[in-house]
């Protein structure tokens, strides 16, 4: 390793990016971020024009470089997360033939059920590691070849954000890695390559996609013109680093099986390092490529985890937002020490916080969120705890999910995002999970994670590894108390026994199109 160089990293994601600099031993000199919106051309679609994403990229770095006032020649390498999922087609000029769109985008309803019929969820998920799902790109790439073909005609390559983004940095080549694609939901898992039966079969030529490399690979250096709107030196190295989780992944030292991190931000999503495909008889998590070359990721996400706390303090904690701008405080911090005063398990008041479906284990677009358990006995104390309780339920669905496929408890969970700031709610997790979990100095792990990749890919590391042993390092760790273990393992009984009773009942399904009818 090349000693006192810094490193810089870029997290290009769904609503902004972050700019980081840090040196060799992960500590973090500087970061920017820029806000960025999507578009909403018609209900349900979801779109972002790349161009304008990167003048914000340019804005982030420059605002970095300037906060730092380090030598841009300082800076041994830039590696990239990105969001995954999100496409958009190119001409020979790499010029955009349309805005991006983005993986939340919902208008391929009529190409996700052709999916189902014509190649069957069971071969499906065989193929490509994961379940069928209007998330992945597969079904919005058959939307645009059936419903644009004069577009179609003209692309040259269909492109992730990442591979865009490097090419206007200076990228010589345009080539992707499976750690980048889980998403796409068009690989072939086995060969971590482009599956072009799938390809074939929604008429999509497999040249019009990046060739497949390895994830933390130099791919070029900054170029003269990107030199002048990033501030970054010219002929600085950059590499592919992975997508977004994938990079979370490698930021929280996920790199042996039998590791796993929890990010819980908006959603909540968690990834495993896994050193060969497993089998998932139940087809209940994602199976893609690691930021580690040749390796794969587990993975499993809830839609709303951060977003229902949020929720709670947007619709009922006014209270604790007026207390805390009088204080200056964080509200969240007010409403957490509430929560902290009502007992484990929040006197049998249970909060479902499936407010935009059942992502892991079971992928019900209909599940709505709830409660149940509540009397006369409950008060706000309880209502916020249950929300903090509720989010940890339905990870363990995911954990235990996860653990049936690898076979064995996880060795280590380590905690990342703005959930992870919380003591109150790492306490809880500890106790929910009934497994010691591990904070981390750098929680902001996703674009740590993208600057370990680059720094790997450009040589400053002569591994991965050995990229993480040097930049990641525990906090500390929180045991779980055994004895509300007990009582939250058989609240968490009643807990998924009612999810399950709800969706095989159809109510859930039903509730929704009554929503739809009335108030859609």
């Given at each position: 390793m090349k000693e006192n160089r810094y490193l810089a990293g870029l997290d290009i994601g769904t609503t902004g990016v972050k700019a980081l600099i840090a040196d060799t031993k992960g500590r973090i000199v500087g970061m920017a971020y820029r806000e960025y919106p999507c578009e909403i051309p018609h209900p349900g679609w979801v779109e972002q024009d790349v161009l304008m994403m990167w003048k914000k990229i340019c804005e982030a770095t420059r605002e970095v470089l300037a906060k730092t006032n380090i030598d841009p020649k300082k800076i041994a390498s830039l590696g990239i997360s990105s969001q995954r999922g999100t496409f958009?087609?190119?001409?020979?000029?790499?010029?955009?033939?349309?805005?991006?769109i983005v993986w939340s985008d919902g208008r391929a309803s009529s190409e996700l059920e052709w999916i189902k019929e014509t190649i069957g969820e069971e071969k499906y998920h065989e193929v490509s590691g994961v379940p069928v799902s209007s998330m992945w790109s597969y079904s919005k790439m058959k939307w645009f070849i059936d419903k644009k073909p004069d577009l179609y005609e003209k692309t040259f390559k269909i492109l992730n954000g990442q591979e865009y983004f490097l090419y206007r940095l200076g990228a010589e080549e345009l080539s992707t890695d499976p750690a980048s694609i889980t998403l796409n939901g068009m690989m072939d898992i086995e060969k971590l390559d482009w599956s072009r039966d799938?390809?074939?079969?929604?008429?999509?030529?497999?040249?019009?996609?990046?060739?497949?490399?390895?994830?933390?690979?130099?791919?070029?250096?900054?170029?003269?013109?990107?030199?002048?709107e990033t501030g970054f030196a010219e002929a600085m190295p950059i590499a592919i680093g992975a997508g977004d989780q994938q990079c979370a992944a490698i930021g929280a030292g996920i790199v042996h099986e039998g590791m796993a991190e929890i990010t819980i931000g908006t959603a909540m999503v968690m990834v495993a390092h896994i050193d060969s495909r497993k089998k998932d008889?139940?087809?209940s998590v994602l199976m893609g490529g690691s930021g580690i070359p040749n390796k794969w990721d587990m993975e499993g996400l809830t839609f709303t985890a951060g977003a229902a706390l949020k929720w709670w303090r947007d619709v009922y904690a006014n209270a604790e937002c007026r207390a805390a701008e009088q204080l200056g405080l964080d509200?969240?911090?007010?409403?957490?020490?509430?929560?902290?005063?009502?007992?484990?398990?929040?006197?049998?008041?249970?909060?479902?916080?499936?407010?935009?479906?059942?992502?892991?284990?079971?992928?019900?677009?209909?599940?709505r969120g709830g409660s149940i358990g509540l009397s006369f006995i409950h008060d706000r104390k309880d209502m916020a705890r249950a929300i903090l309780e509720g989010v940890s339920?339905?990870?363990k669905m995911v954990i235990r999910a996860m653990e049936e496929v690898l076979g064995k408890q996880f060795d280590a969970l380590r905690l990342s995002g703005g959930g992870s700031k919380s003591e109150l709610w790492n306490h809880i997790q500890a106790d929910i999970y009934g497994r010691t979990v591990e904070r981390l100095e750098v929680s902001e792990c996703?674009?740590?994670?993208?600057?370990?990749l680059g720094a790997a890919g450009c040589g400053v590391f002569g591994s991965v590894e050995e990229g993480v042993e040097s930049m990641v390092h525990t906090r500390d760790t929180i045991e779980p108390d055994m004895k509300l273990n007990e009582l939250y393992e058989e609240q968490y009984e009643i807990f998924y026994g009612g999810f399950r009773a709800l969706m095989e009942s159809?109510?859930?399904?039903?509730?929704?199109?009554?929503?739809?009818k009335h108030w859609g």
């Open positions: 958009v087609p190119v001409d020979k000029k790499i010029s955009p033939l349309m805005s991006s799938l390809c074939e079969r929604i008429g999509l030529d497999s040249d019009r996609l990046p060739p497949m490399g390895t994830p933390s690979r130099q791919v070029g250096v900054v170029s003269k013109e990107a030199s002048r008889k139940n087809r509200v969240y911090d007010i409403i957490t020490l509430e929560a902290s005063k009502s007992p484990a398990g929040s006197k049998g008041f249970m909060f479902y916080p499936c407010f935009q479906g059942q992502s892991t284990p079971s992928y019900h677009d209909f599940a339920f339905e990870t996703t674009t740590l994670g993208a600057t370990i159809g109510t859930y399904e039903r509730l929704a199109r009554f929503q739809q």
